[in-house]
């Protein structure tokens, strides 16, 4: 099997504090990762029917995977007393996955080509996308020590695939 993964990440983030009650974060995020697969495999003719003459078959196949992530963001604190914080943030993903697959059959037994399964190229496109709230205290109990809560909302994408013995996905 040959194998080519690449990927590329870059996240811009702009902090906001001008020493008040008021702090905040802004940014964005981009990620895209590509995986390319290739490989081959050989088996006897016997191993798909015992019917079949002595030979080979041989089957090719490649697999391509791209993946687009993009996101804005931001979070804002508010110092409610001296000792209370409250947090409160937003997140928007959108994420895209573009899965193809090609497959090839053929032998070196003439005569059974019509009992192998045809080439076929299968696509499938998916989307998702969130919004992802995020709320949370935080209490300094004393200097050092600080007693904090968050709830926020948190998702994964989906997958796209393919079964290779059904072809479905």
Same mark, same amino acid.
């Given at each position: 099997?040959?194998? +080519?993964?690449?990927?590329?990440?870059?996240?811009?983030?702009?902090?906001?504090?001008?020493?008040?009650?008021?702090?905040?974060? !802004?940014?964005?995020?981009?990620?895209e990762f590509d995986n390319f697969s !290739?490989?081959?495999?050989? !088996?006897?003719?016997?191993?798909?029917?015992?019917?079949?003459?002595?030979?080979?078959?041989?089957?090719?196949? &490649?697999?391509?995977?791209?993946?687009? +992530?993009?996101?804005?963001?931001?979070?804002?604190?508010?110092?409610?007393?001296?000792?209370?914080?409250?947090?409160?943030?937003?997140?928007?993903?959108?994420?895209?996955?573009?899965? &193809?697959?090609?497959?090839?059959? &053929?032998?070196?037994?003439?005569?059974?080509?019509?009992?192998?399964?045809?080439?076929?190229?299968?696509?499938?496109?998916?989307?998702?996308?969130?919004?992802?709230?995020?709320?949370?205290?935080?209490?300094?109990?004393?200097?050092?020590?600080?007693?904090?809560?968050?709830?926020?909302?948190?998702?994964?994408?989906?997958?796209?695939? !393919?079964?290779?013995? &059904?072809?479905?996905?």
């Amino acid at each position: 099997r040959d194998q +080519n993964d690449d990927s590329f990440v870059q996240e811009l983030r702009a902090r906001i504090d001008n020493g008040g009650r008021w702090r905040g974060l !802004v940014g964005l995020y981009y990620g895209e990762f590509d995986n390319f697969s !290739v490989d081959s495999i050989v !088996v006897p003719t016997a191993f798909v029917s015992p019917a079949f003459p002595p030979g080979l078959i041989f089957q090719d196949r &490649s697999f391509g995977t791209v993946e687009e +992530n993009v996101a804005a963001f931001g979070e804002v604190e508010f110092d409610y007393t001296d000792r209370l914080t409250l947090i409160a943030g937003l997140r928007y993903d959108n994420e895209s996955r573009d899965f &193809s697959s090609l497959s090839a059959t &053929s032998t070196d037994v003439p005569g059974i080509e019509g009992f192998l399964p045809p080439d076929e190229l299968v696509r499938n496109d998916t989307r998702f996308d969130a919004l992802l709230p995020k709320f949370g205290v935080r209490y300094d109990l004393f200097e050092r020590t600080t007693v904090a809560a968050t709830v926020q909302r948190a998702y994964r994408a989906g997958g796209t695939g !393919v079964a290779m013995v &059904s072809g479905q996905f």
